[in-house]
C-alpha cells in the first residue's frame, strides 16, 4: 500500500540506523531518567503515517509521559508482530489484518488503539481514466503484495461477480510509474498514499474506488499493537504511550503544517516530498477519528467484521472472540 | 579415485546437511523458538511437499528464469572475456564499465527493466544474466592472459595460425577458469531470479509466495520455500560440475585420451 518499496527499502538499512537516534536526539540528554520504548513500524522506511511519533518526541508529549521512544523500521512488511514477540521491539505499527493473521498464527499480540477508524482502501487509476468495478474485466492491477491488499482484493472480486483468473495481478515495487506508463490498469492503496502520489505525478487527482464501493468491508486499517506480556509487565508504558500519541495526533491535526516540518525535519531522506507528505497527512487526519469524535476506540463489531471477511476469504480459518484481538484498557 | 575417496565425496556433504538440520532443530526446539518466528527443519519441507501442487508450477517457472538468464550471462560473460583478450584496447576501454556494472546494485536495476521489459520473464531474464556474466567474463579472460607464453611462441613457430592456437593453447587453459566463473554464478544465479520475481512479478511467483507466507506469519512456508530456492541453486551448481567433470578430463587424467586416432597407450610406473 505504500509508495516505492524497493527504493525506500534501499534506505532502509540507512534508516534503520540514524532514525533511532535521530528521534531520541533531543532528549539523550535526559535519556536515563526516562523509560526507554522501541516503537516498530509497519514499513521498512518512514512516510507520514508515522507524524504522530514524530511529533510526540519533537514537542516533547513522550518525555512528559516519562517516555524516551526510538523508532525502529522492519525488514519487510508484515514482520513487525515477529519483532514484537521476539522482543526487538515493544510497541508496533500494524495492519488489523496483520493482527488477525498473528491471533490465527497464536503470536501473543494485541492491539491497544485505532490508528485509523474506516477503511479507505481502494482501487486507483489515472486522472481521465473510466474505473469501474464493471470493467475490472482483463486488467492489470497492481498489488504491493502485502497482507492487506491481499485481503482485499477477494472482496472486490466478489462485489464485480469476477474470478481471481478474470485479472490479472501484478506486484511490483512502485506503481504510479506503470499506472502513469499504461503497464498497468489500476492500482491498488489508500487515500492517503494513493491521492498524493498520483497526483504529485500527474498535477490532477487520481480516479478511485473506495471502501465500501470497492466492496471492501469497513473496518480500521491500522491499529498499536504489543505483546501480551508487555501490555502485562509494562501496562504503564503502554498508557504513557497511547496519552503522548493521542496529545500528538490532536497537536498534529491542528497544526499540520508544522507536523510535516517535524517530519521532514526527523526524515530529510525519507524518498518523500513536502508535498506528498502535506497532502498524504491533510487525507490521513479525517481518518484517526471516528464518527463520535473520539481517538483509538476499538470495537467488537470492527473486529468481528473483519474476521468474519477474513475467514470468508480464506486468509484466516476461524473466527474469535473479538476480545482476543483488542482491549481498550490502556486508552487515555 | 580410491573407494575411501570415492565414499568421502558422496556422504561428504550429506553429513555435512545433516549436520545443518540437526543444528537447526536443536536451535528452534532448546532455544523454544515459537513456529511463526521459525519452524523446525521437517515442518518446513513439510510446508513444500503438502502445498507441492502450488509450489511446483512456481518452482518451475523459477528454475525457466534461472536457466534462461545463466545460458544468456554465460554465453554473453565467455564471449566478452574472449574479446576483451583479443582487441586489448576493448579490454582498456570497457572493462572498467564492467566493474561498474556490478557496482550498481541490482535492486535499484530490477525497476527501470520492469518499466522497459513488462512484467514476464524478461526482466528476471536480464537481472540473472546480468549478475551471472561478471565472472564468467573476469574468469575467461584470467585464463586466457595466464596463457603460456613460450607455448603461444612455439606454436607459432610451428606454423599454427591464431584460430588453430585459440582452440588447441588457449581454450583448453581458459576452460578451467571458465568453469570457476560458471561456478560462481551458478550460485548466484537463483538469487538473481528471485530478486527479479519480488521487482514485479504478474500472477503468482515463489518470492511472492514466499512474501505471503511471511505476511501470513507462516513461517514453515517462508523456510520451506527458502529451501526451495537453495535447492534449485544446488543442483544448477552440481550440473555445472557435472559439466566441467566431461569438459575437463586432464583434470583427472595424466595421459592423453587413448581414443584419439594414432594415439598409442602411454605407459606408466604407477
Known amino acids: 500500500m505504500k509508495r516505492n518499496f524497493l527504493s525506500i527499502s534501499v534506505a532502509g538499512a540507512v534508516m534503520a540506523l540514524s532514525s533511532i537516534t535521530v528521534l531520541s536526539a533531543s532528549t539523550l540528554a535526559s535519556a536515563s531518567t526516562l523509560t526507554a520504548v522501541k516503537f516498530v513500524y509497519d514499513f521498512p522506511g518512514p512516510d507520514m503515517e508515522i507524524i504522530p511519533v514524530v511529533v510526540a518526541e519533537k514537542e516533547g508529549f513522550f518525555k512528559a509521559n516519562g517516555l524516551n521512544v526510538s523508532v525502529e523500521f522492519p525488514p519487510s512488511t508484515s514482520t513487525t508482530t515477529q519483532l514484537l514477540t521476539t522482543g526487538s521491539g515493544d510497541i508496533g505499527f500494524i495492519t488489523t489484518s496483520d493482527m488477525a493473521v498473528a491471533v490465527e498464527a497464536k503470536a501473543p499480540v494485541i492491539s491497544v488503539a485505532n490508528y485509523s477508524m474506516t477503511n479507505n482502501w481502494g482501487l486507483f487509476a489515472k486522472p481521465g481514466s473510466t474505473l469501474t468495478l464493471a470493467g475490472l474485466k482483463g486488467k492489470k492491477i497492481f498489488s504491493w503484495g502485502d497482507t492487506w491488499t491481499n485481503a482485499m482484493i477477494p472482496f472486490v472480486l466478489k462485489k464485480a461477480h469476477l474470478k481471481a483468473s478474470d485479472i490479472t495481478i501484478v506486484t511490483g515495487s512502485n506503481d504510479t510509474p506503470l499506472l502513469m506508463k499504461g503497464t498497468i490498469d489500476f492500482t491498488t492503496s489508500t487515500t492517503n498514499y494513493a491521492i498524493p502520489g498520483i497526483t504529485e505525478a500527474t498535477k490532477s487527482a487520481p480516479v478511485g474506488i473506495v471502501g465500501a464501493a470497492a466492496g471492501v468491508p469497513n473496518v480500521p486499517v491500522w491499529v498499536y499493537a504489543v505483546t501480551h506480556n508487555y501490555a502485562n509487565q509494562h501496562g504503564k508504558n503502554v498508557r504513557g504511550f497511547l496519552k503522548a500519541i493521542k496529545a500528538a495526533t490532536i497537536w498534529a491535526s491542528q497544526h499540520k503544517a508544522k507536523a510535516v516540518a517535524d517530519f521532514m525535519a526527523a526524515y530529510p531522506k525519507s524518498g518523500y516530498s513536502k508535498f506528498y507528505s502535506t497532502k498524504g497527512w491533510a487525507l490521513t487526519v479525517p481518518l484517526l477519528t471516528n464518527a463520535a469524535g473520539k481517538y483509538f476506540v476499538q470495537t467488537n463489531k470492527q473486529w468481528t467484521t473483519l474476521a468474519t471477511a477474513l475467514k470468508s476469504v480464506n486468509l484466516i480459518k476461524s473466527v474469535p472472540a473479538p476480545s482476543t484481538y483488542y482491549t481498550n484498557k490502556f486508552l487515555p | ?270
Do not use: C
Open chain 2, 1 to 270: 579415485m580410491t573407494k575411501k575417496k570415492l565414499l568421502l565425496n558422496i556422504f561428504g556433504p550429506i553429513l555435512s546437511v545433516v549436520v545443518l538440520l540437526g543444528l537447526w532443530q536443536a536451535i528452534v526446539v532448546w532455544g523454544n523458538v515459537a513456529p511463526y518466528i521459525a519452524p523446525k527443519p521437517w515442518d518446513a519441507i513439510r510446508a513444500v511437499t503438502s502445498n507441492w501442487s502450488t509450489l511446483a508450477p512456481l518452482t518451475w517457472w523459477t528454475i525457466k528464469e534461472t536457466i534462461y538468464g545463466y545460458l544468456v550471462g554465460a554465453f554473453l560473460g565467455a564471449f566478452l572475456g574472449v574479446v576483451l583478450n583479443k582487441i586489448p584496447l576493448m579490454q582498456r576501454v570497457l572493462y572498467p564499465l564492467l566493474i561498474l556494472t556490478q557496482a550498481i546494485p541490482i535492486i535499484a536495476l530490477a525497476p527501470p527493466l520492469v518499466m522497459i521489459l513488462g512484467f514476464g520473464v524478461m526482466p528476471k531474464v536480464v537481472i540473472v544474466a546480468w549478475i551471472v556474466f561478471f565472472p564468467v567474463t573476469v574468469s575467461v579472460l584470467d585464463g586466457l592472459n595466464h596463457v603460456d607464453k613460450d607455448l603461444m611462441t612455439l606454436a607459432k613457430v610451428f606454423g599454427a595460425n591464431s584460430m588453430r592456437r585459440f582452440l588447441v593453447l588457449e581454450m583448453p587453459a581458459a576452460i578451467t577458469q571458465l568453469f570457476s566463473g560458471l561456478k560462481i554464478g551458478a550460485t548466484y544465479a537463483v538469487t538473481g531470479a528471485i530478486i527479479g520475481e519480488l521487482a514485479a512479478s504478474s500472477g503468482s511467483s515463489l518470492a511472492l509466495y514466499q512474501r505471503s507466507a511471511s505476511g501470513s506469519l507462516d513461517a514453515a512456508g517462508v523456510y520451506g520455500t527458502t529451501l526451495l530456492m537453495t535447492a534449485i541453486g544446488i543442483i544448477w551448481f552440481l550440473l555445472v560440475v557435472g559439466a566441467e567433470y566431461l569438459a575437463t578430463p586432464w583434470q583427472r587424467r595424466s595421459t592423453a585420451r587413448q581414443w584419439r586416432r594414432g594415439a598409442k597407450p602411454v605407459l606408466t610406473n604407477n
